[in-house]
């Protein structure tokens, strides 16, 4: 059975639980998404982003969809 990504995405901006992802030289925006199985509103939303245009160096907060839930 397939995990509920969503679900623990918003558990864990509920919970407040984060990562810090530096952007690497191959990274796009949509496949940071998807390697992460994140929405894509929802990264712009947390680190105040305007466009999907990433940079290399660039750090970004992602929920913690791997952490353990209580």
């Known amino acids: 059975m397939e995990p509920n ?6 558990t864990a901006l509920l919970l407040r639980k984060f990562v810090y992802y530096p952007v690497q030289q191959s ?5 940071i ?14 680190n105040f982003m305007h ?3 990433v ?3 660039m750090l ?7 952490q353990k839930l209580p």
């Open 51 to 53: 466009t999907d245009f």
């Open 27 to 31: 990274d796009d925006f949509y496949g």
């Open 5 to 10: 990504w969503q679900a623990w995405e918003e």
């Open 33 to 46: 998404c998807q390697r992460f199985h994140l929405r894509p509103e929802v990264v712009r939303s947390i």
């Open 60 to 66: 970004l907060r992602l929920p913690d969809v791997a």
């Open 55 to 57: 940079a290399p160096g």
